[in-house]
Structure formats: structure tokens, C-alpha cells
């Protein structure tokens, strides 16, 4: 995980777009410069550096005609901070050799050949730098599997490149030059709402060319900023590449009246149906695997603490990536008329993993509790979950941090438990007190820009506090022997992904009951068309504030083709009842590997299960696409 930036800006004294007097607009982008540095380098906390680049030429301007030494300079400025998840060392970015600037910010898993002690963007760079032609770019990229965003200035032909990676799981933000702010800018996060830049997500669309030669030569940066930027497609028909784009959901319509599946029992599976689930739990455990494996190990004196952390609700996603990060590979190997057992373990055995659960103190919840339950958890609903917890040996909690997500995190973690023997499994319990959410709101407010929505606050609010993980263990859901804990954990594995790729929102069995199968499928694909603008760059923006990074096992692109080539009715089945059709495939995959659980877990939306969302009592009728205040407002 690092934090990238790149500005450019012009040194002209007749042109008019930045003067260089002292306390001037000069001085106000230094300014606003410095203070993007600061939040970005809360991304990378191991290393951080800068890089100049000035591009030189005669002023284009009137001034010209009365002063041949009349120079414009385009002022290119590369920052970079890392945060050290690849290699033997941390790596002082931005990467140069011959002029040319490589800022990198992402995870190469698969395509790209990068051993245990080596770092990806070094070796990436050197790939890029030896391509004969920057036209081949894109047919590289394409190649290569994982999140990432970059910049990189290919000096020979002064052309800037920048791009996020199909899913857009890596944020960068643009700021487009404008007459009041004339300047050019792109940053993994921004300073909130700030008249000194427009910051605006990224299209995942192509690969972006900014000409600096032409830019250079015509009459202002803001006037004939779009005239010089350029959009490459990621893919060309002459070659398949594997990672070039989003593959399409399966058209199929499935023969009439596909049978129902009405036990998760495994055993007795339609031999199709047997096979995707075998597969999907090879191709999820190989995406953990890539996750997890080669994090650099903490020094000897740290042993025992650690290096992965799960966003854990209690809920099936959560629960599977926890249980195939702990779990191992295993073969037979055959030589002769010997065989022998291989066992490798994603997660070192002696190595605990984090469970990471937020729970919020909600005084609209709390009052409801003390004058009714009108609009929340019906109360034979909420009777049950607390007797469920009761009878799994969970100990009574102060009502305002027992939310749902609590719940089922303590019943789950037991389950994780008695299955996967060997492992320390911390369940961290993050209680954020409703002060505590109310001191944190600005700053949050200010990473997840320009991500606004009361909805967007809600979800970014439960991330911040999880990934932060400060709260306290407890080694038994019966025991009240609790002591604080921060968890030491830098990569975070996330859930996301599985709803959209496998049926598991309501508005799917909404469009089986309005259209049939073929609503279900143009739903899908509806999902996975928003997947790169909905939440991945503010929740990326969010968590890696902490210096942290989230990884998204769902959400390889090898999963994503996977899970979007196979028939409809293999992944959900809307005919059936909740937590047995919606994410029919995965809650089938839980079950074969063990866990009998989670494997009937129903969905609860995360701003829900935590109770972050609707704070207080004027919120409660607040949409989620209702504007926050913008800093004019306030």
C-alpha cells in the first residue's frame, strides 16, 4: 500500500496561470501541495519520497513577440509513501532510471513473476522501462491480476500515464485544471472538501495519456488540459489478455424449473452443482493464498503477533476467508509405490489472526430499546439472537455494543474454534463510544471525500474503526476476562464482492419475482458493471489511513470470471428462503468445508449489523444518496 501524488503546474511569468510572487496563487499550491503529502503519507508510514521533473520551452504567449527568452516551465512534482507488505526492505518510492518516474500503488498476485524477497512495483517498473513501446502498456497491464493504481512519466515522448485497475480497487483522485485552479493533480486521497482542488474519482475505463509536449505549447494549461489528454483502451482484438477487463456474466437462461436444493447436506448434490462447489473453494483458497502468503514477517522479538486481520462480522464471507486463511493445501505426491502427505499452511500455525468486530454506541438505538422497537430488529427477532448467544456460553453484554454483528462474531468465532485447531484466533472487539463517532466524523469526512452520502459516512465510519482495531480480546466467549488489544495486523482481508458476484441482495430476488431468471441475470451484470464506482476507492481511502491495506479475496479477477461464467441457477436459486438460496454456491462451499454455521448466516448490511448508521433520531429518515454538508454549508 502506498499513497501517490502527482502535480504539475506552470512557472510563467506572462502566461498568467501561476505567478510566482510570494503569498500569491504560487504559494497557495505549495501550500495545499504540502498538506496533500500529509495525507497521503498516513497511507505509507514505512518511507516516503519526491521526485522533480521540469520541462522547459519558449512561452507560447503574447509575451513571445516582444521576448525571445520568454520560458514557460511545466513544474512536475512525483510523491510517494510505502507501506512495506512486499520484499526484504522498504522501497523509497518514486522509482527512476533515465528520466523516466514510476509511482506505484497496488499488489501484483498474479502475470508478473515477483519471489518472496523482491518488491512488485521495482520489478514492474523494470518491465514498463524495457518495453520497446509505450503503445505495448496496455497489453502488459492486461497481463497482470491484482489492485493497483500508478503514475509514470515516460520522459522520451514527455507523456504522462495513469490508470486504476479495472475494479478500481486502489483509489486515485484527479483534480482537472480550471481557471481559478489552474493546476493539474492526481492523489490516492485528497484533504476533504477544499476549494483548492475538485477532486473526483478516477474512471477505471482505459489507461489515461496526458501529452506534457503538447500541453507545454499551447496557451494555458486549464484552457487545453482536455485537448491533451487521451483515453487507451485496455484491450485490442489482435490478443486475449486474462486481466484486461471485467468478464461478462454468464446469458444462459437455465432449463425449466431447475431443480430445487433443498438441503446444503453436500452429499447429495446434482453432480453439476458438486463441481462448481469444488471449484469455487479451490479457486477462493488460492486467492487467500495469494493474499496472505509473503507478508513480511515481523523481527524475531515480535513473534506470536499478527500479520492478518479478517473484517469479521460473523456473517458466511467473513467466516470463510478466516477459515481458508487458516487452512492449508494440501496433495498427495506419488513416487514409486510411496506417497506423501504436503501440507502448507496459508497463515503459519503459530501465528494468530485478528478478527476484527465493530460495534457502536447508538442512542437512537438505545432509545429505542428504552421506548419501543418501532422501525428496528422485531423483538422475537431480537429475543433470539440473544438467547442464541446465551446458549453458546456468550456472557451478557451492556446492551449498547451487543449489536447484531457482536452477536454472530462470538458465535462464529467459537465455531472457527472447534474446527480449526492450533490457531490463536483474536476476536478484537471495537466498541466505539457515540463521542468517539462524533469527534471522528470530520476526519472521516475528509478521507472518504469525494465519496458524501449519509450512506457513504456510515459504512466509512464502521471500516475506520475496524481497521484501526483498538479495543480488546477476550480468549472465550464465556470468560469476562478482558484486556486491551491494538492489533498489529497490516493486511486486512474483506468480504466484499461475494453479494454482488453470487446473488446476495434482496433487489435479487426482487428481479426473479418481477422478470424471472433473465432479471436475475441482467441484475448481475448490473452489479458487476458498478462494482469500480461504487465503494472500493473510498473504503481503499479509509482503511489505509491506518497505514493498512484490505485485500478483497471475492474480488480477484480470476474469482470475478469464474463466478461470472458459471449458470445462474448454480450461484443462487430465489426460489428458496433466505440463507439457503441467496449465495446458494458459497453457503454450499461452507458447509462441505466444515462450517455448518455460518454456512446458514443470513445477510446483514455492515452499517446495520454495527449499528454506525443512523446515529441519531433526525437521521432515521435521511436517505442514503442525501448530501452531507459541503465546507460552504458549514
Known amino acids: 500500500m502506498c499513497g501517490i501524488i502527482c502535480s504539475l503546474h506552470v512557472g510563467c511569468s506572462s502566461c498568467g496561470d501561476i505567478d510566482n510572487i510570494r503569498g500569491g496563487p504560487d504559494e497557495a499550491f505549495r501550500e495545499l501541495s504540502e498538506r496533500l503529502k500529509v495525507a497521503n503519507a498516513a497511507r505509507g508510514p514505512d518511507a516516503q519520497g519526491s521526485h522533480h521533473v521540469r520541462i522547459q520551452g519558449t512561452c507560447p504567449g503574447e509575451a513571445q513577440a516582444t521576448n525571445e527568452n520568454e520560458t514557460c516551465t511545466l513544474d512536475l512534482e512525483f510523491f510517494a509513501s510505502e507501506l512495506r507488505l512486499r520484499g526484504d526492505a522498504p522501497i523509497v518510492q518514486p522509482h527512476e532510471q533515465d528520466g523516466d518516474v514510476f509511482c506505484w500503488n497496488g499488489e501484483v498476485f498474479e502475470g508478473l513473476a515477483v519471489n518472496a524477497d523482491e518488491n512488485d512495483g521495482v520489478k514492474l517498473f523494470q518491465s514498463i522501462h524495457s518495453l520497446s513501446a509505450m503503445d505495448d502498456l496496455p497489453f502488459l497491464l492486461g497481463k497482470i491480476e491484482g489492485p493497483y493504481a500508478f503514475v509514470y512519466y515516460h520522459a522520451a515522448s514527455r507523456k504522462l500515464y495513469f490508470a486504476r485497475d479495472p475494479l478500481g480497487r486502489r483509489s486515485l483522485l484527479i483534480h482537472k485544471p ?7 493533480l492526481l492523489a490516492s486521497v485528497s484533504i476533504g472538501d477544499d476549494q483548492g482542488c475538485i477532486m473526483e474519482e478516477l474512471s477505471t475505463e482505459g489507461i489515461f495519456c ?73 479457486h477462493l483458497d488460492r486467492s487467500v493464498m495469494l493474499r496472505v502468503e ?24 467473513s467466516t470463510v476467508l478466516a477459515f481458508l486463511a487458516h487452512r492449508y493445501l494440501d496433495a498427495i505426491l506419488h513416487f514409486g509405490v510411496s506417497y506423501y502427505f504436503v501440507f502448507s499452511r496459508h497463515v503459519p500455525l503459530d501465528e494468530p489472526i485478528d478478527l476484527l468486530n465493530v460495534a457502536f454506541e447508538n442512542p437512537r438505538k438505545i432509545q429505542v430499546q428504552t421506548d419501543g422497537n418501532i422501525g428496528a430488529i422485531p423483538k422475537r427477532e431480537k429475543k433470539r439472537q440473544l438467547k442464541a448467544a446465551e446458549t453458546n456460553g456468550i456472557v451478557k453484554e451492556s446492551t449498547s455494543y451487543m449489536v447484531p454483528d457482536r452477536v454472530t462474531g462470538l458465535q462464529e468465532v467459537e465455531e472457527l474454534r472447534r474446527i480449526c485447531h492450533g490457531r490463536t484466533w483474536n476476536f478484537v472487539e471495537v466498541d466505539v463510544p457515540y463521542e468517539e463517532f462524533q469527534a471522528a466524523r470530520a476526519p472521516v469526512e475528509a478521507i472518504m471525500f469525494p465519496g458524501r452520502t449519509v450512506m457513504d459516512l456510515s459504512l466509512a465510519m464502521a471500516l475506520y474503526f475496524a481497521s484501526k482495531g483498538a479495543g480488546r480480546v477476550r480468549f472465550s466467549s464465556a470468560s469476562n476476562d478482558y484486556q486491551p488489544y491494538t492489533s498489529t495486523a497490516r493486511v486486512l482481508l474483506n468480504g466484499l464482492g461475494s453479494d454482488e458476484l453470487l446473488g446476495g441482495y434482496g ?43 484490505t485485500r478483497h479475496p471475492f474480488l480477484s479477477l480470476t474469482v470475478v470470471s469464474f463466478l461470472a461464467g458459471l449458470p445462474v441457477h448454480i450461484k443462487l436459486d430465489p426460489r428458496l428462503e433466505l440463507g439457503l438460496g441467496d449465495k446458494m454456491l458459497l453457503r454450499l462451499a461452507a458447509r462441505k468445508v466444515g462450517l455448518l454455521e455460518a454456512s446458514v448466516r443470513k445477510k446483514k448490511a455492515m452499517q446495520f449489523g454495527s449499528h454506525s448508521a443512523r446515529m441519531e433520531a433526525g437521521e432515521a429518515e435521511r436517505r442514503g444518496d442525501l448530501m452531507i454538508r459541503t465546507v460552504a454549508e458549514a
Open 507 to 549: 433487489r435479487h430476488r426482487t428481479a426473479y419475482a418481477t422478470r424471472g431468471w433473465q432479471g436475475v441475470i441482467d441484475e448481475l451484470q448490473l452489479e458487476l458493471d458498478r462494482i469500480p464506482t461504487r465503494n472500493l476507492g473510498r473504503d481503499d481511502r479509509v482503511i489505509s489511513s491506518h497505514g493498512k491495506e
Open 294 to 317: 509473503n507478508i513480511p514477517r515481523k523481527p524475531s522479538s515480535e513473534k506470536g503477533k499478527a500479520q492478518v486481520a479478517v473484517l469479521f462480522s460473523g456473517g458466511i464471507d
Open 178 to 184: 480550471s481557471v481559478s485552479n489552474p493546476y493539474f
Open 210 to 282: 496526458l501529452d506534457l509536449g503538447k500541453l507545454r505549447e499551447s496557451n494555458g494549461v486549464a484552457q487545453n488540459f482536455d485537448s491533451s489528454l487521451t483515453c487507451i483502451s485496455r484491450h485490442t482484438g489482435q490478443e486475449t489478455l486474462p486481466f484486461a477487463k471485467l468478464s461478462r456474466v454468464n446469458t444462459a437462461l437455465p432449463p425449466d424449473a431447475p431443480p430445487l436444493v433443498l438441503s446444503l447436506d453436500p452429499a447429495i448434490l446434482p453432480y453439476d452443482l458438486a463441481i462448481a462447489v469444488d471449484h469455487l473453494i479451490d
